[in-house]
């Protein structure tokens, strides 16, 4: 099951690097962040999903 979040996590993490906006979850609520609006932030939330991938893939 983990593998396939992971999987799954991935591919939106691609989609989100693709097309420019990513949702960020925090706390209670979340916001789409947008690369043109906050580009540090994006890319910063774009790592924070890729590293959350690879644990789901490799470490559960």
């Given amino acids: 099951m983990f ?7 991935v591919i939106y993490t691609v989609y989100a690097a693709v097309e420019g906006k990513v949702f960020a979850k925090s706390g209670v609520r979340g916001r789409t962040v947008h690369r043109d609006e906050s580009p540090v932030y994006f890319w910063i939330v774009v790592g924070i999903y890729a ?6 893939l490799t470490v559960f």
């Fill in 51 to 56: 590293a959350l991938a690879i644990a789901l």
């Fill in 3 to 9: 593998k396939a979040l992971g999987a799954l996590l």
